[in-house]
């Protein structure tokens, strides 16, 4: 969990520094910053790939491109592999390095090879325009507003209290955002409760230029990925299905375990984790896991801590 902003337009040095303060509490592993005349990125750093070399935000050889990243590749050596073949020189062992290459190959068609959870703003020098893009699933979160007033540019940040510290913000009430909280208890993409703030919907992209912002651009729909899964449940049996899934499952724990940290899991008594805990001891790991009891519940029938400390004996975790 990093924590990235910034913007497109003239620097704000005091804007930037209220900002970085507000996502410190996402990365507390380093700080950067880069800007010039035309925009500025800003990163704090939770360090999980590469982390001697992997700081933020990063540029290109040439310096045309920078970037900063929250969230991980996990097929990102797969790729780092295919553009190397292709004459590509890579200067770290990061994900995030992994994205400027591949932007410079394929410009935004790079979504399509992503695999993994991401929000990421990449600035190209040469078309004096800023790309922010967010994963399939919305899995990483990334707010920007349409129009900051009074400033002419857009703004964009992992969480919304960093866009209000940076100002200029209009802060009158999104209806929508507030029915969607009162009907459901979450405020629905792409509303906040903020007028002046919007969310990225997942699967999209959107640009930032002299001529101001794009609408956002989807470049993956789940309606798509559910069409395509029941067109395959349709031509298999039951017990074709749940192979699938297994293998499914087994190979996203696979890819969750790419990491140069030790990884972890929230582990209640519930079939979803205790399934997940299961299958990374099977994957060769020893992982930590995290179990979270409220005062409240302690000796109650709602209290999952007993069992999930059985669990953890039974697993070998490091509890």
């Given at each position: 969990?990093c924590g990235i902003s910034g913007?497109?337009?003239?620097?704000?040095?005091?804007?930037?520094?209220?900002?970085?303060?507000?996502?410190?509490?996402?990365?507390?592993?380093?700080?950067?910053?880069?800007?010039?005349?035309?925009?500025?990125?800003?990163?704090?750093?939770?360090?999980?790939?590469?982390?001697?070399?992997?700081?933020?935000?990063?540029?290109?050889?040439?310096?045309?491109?920078?970037?900063v990243f929250n969230g991980e590749?996990?097929?990102?050596?797969?790729?780092?592999?295919?553009?190397?073949?292709?004459?590509h020189v890579f200067r770290t062992?990061?994900?995030?390095?992994?994205?400027?290459?591949?932007?410079?190959?394929?410009?935004?068609?790079?979504?399509?090879?992503?695999?993994?959870?991401?929000?990421?703003?990449?600035?190209?020098?040469?078309?004096?325009?800023?790309?922010?893009?967010?994963?399939?699933?919305?899995?990483?979160?990334?707010?920007?507003?349409?129009?900051?007033?009074?400033?002419?540019?857009?703004?964009?940040?992992?969480?919304?209290?960093?866009?209000?510290?940076?100002?200029?913000?209009?802060?009158?009430?999104?209806?929508?955002?507030?029915?969607?909280?009162?009907?459901?208890?979450?405020?629905?993409?792409?509303?906040?409760?903020?007028?002046?703030?919007?969310?990225?919907?997942?699967?999209?992209?959107?640009?930032?230029?002299?001529?101001?912002?794009?609408?956002?651009?989807?470049?993956?729909?789940?309606?798509?990925?559910?069409?395509?899964?029941?067109?395959?449940?349709?031509?298999?049996?039951?017990?074709?299905?749940?192979?699938?899934?297994?293998?499914?499952?087994?190979?996203?724990?696979?890819?969750?375990?790419?990491?140069?940290?030790?990884?972890?899991?929230?582990?209640?008594?519930?079939?979803?984790?205790?399934?997940?805990?299961?299958?990374?001891?099977?994957?060769?790991?020893?992982?930590?896991?995290?179990?979270?009891?409220?005062?409240?519940?302690?000796?109650?029938?709602?209290?999952?801590?007993?069992?999930?400390?059985?669990?953890?004996?039974?697993?070998?975790?490091?509890?």
């Open positions: 969990m913007w497109a337009g003239a620097p704000d040095p005091e804007a930037a520094t209220r900002m970085s303060v507000a996502l410190r509490h996402r990365g507390p592993d380093g700080q950067g910053r880069w800007n010039d005349a035309h925009a500025t990125l800003l990163h704090e750093r939770l360090s999980i790939i590469d982390v001697a070399g992997g700081h933020q935000p990063m540029t290109n050889e040439d310096g045309r491109l920078q970037i590749i996990y097929n990102y050596r797969e790729l780092r592999a295919e553009l190397e073949a292709q004459g062992e990061s994900d995030t390095e992994v994205l400027l290459h591949l932007y410079q190959a394929k410009g935004t068609a790079m979504l399509q090879d992503l695999r993994g959870m991401y929000a990421f703003a990449l600035w190209d020098a040469r078309k004096q325009a800023l790309l922010l893009a967010r994963d399939p699933f919305g899995i990483k979160p990334l707010y920007y507003t349409p129009a900051s007033t009074g400033q002419g540019t857009l703004r964009f940040a992992s969480q919304v209290k960093a866009l209000l510290a940076g100002g200029h913000v209009d802060t009158a009430p999104e209806p929508a955002g507030h029915t969607g909280y009162f009907l459901w208890g979450s405020v629905p993409a792409p509303y906040t409760l903020y007028r002046g703030i919007r969310a990225l919907p997942a699967g999209h992209y959107l640009w930032v230029g002299g001529q101001g912002a794009t609408e956002p651009v989807p470049f993956c729909q789940i309606t798509d990925i559910l069409a395509h899964a029941a067109n395959n449940r349709a031509r298999g049996t039951q017990g074709d299905a749940l192979d699938a899934i297994g293998a499914a499952v087994r190979d996203s724990i696979a890819a969750h375990h790419v990491a140069d940290v030790p990884v972890g899991m929230f582990l209640s008594a519930g079939i979803d984790s205790a399934l997940i805990t299961a299958l990374s001891v099977a994957h060769g790991e020893r992982p930590h896991a995290l179990t979270l009891a409220f005062a409240e519940y302690v000796g109650s029938a709602n209290d999952e801590s007993p069992l999930a400390e059985q669990l953890s004996a039974q697993f070998g975790t490091r509890h």
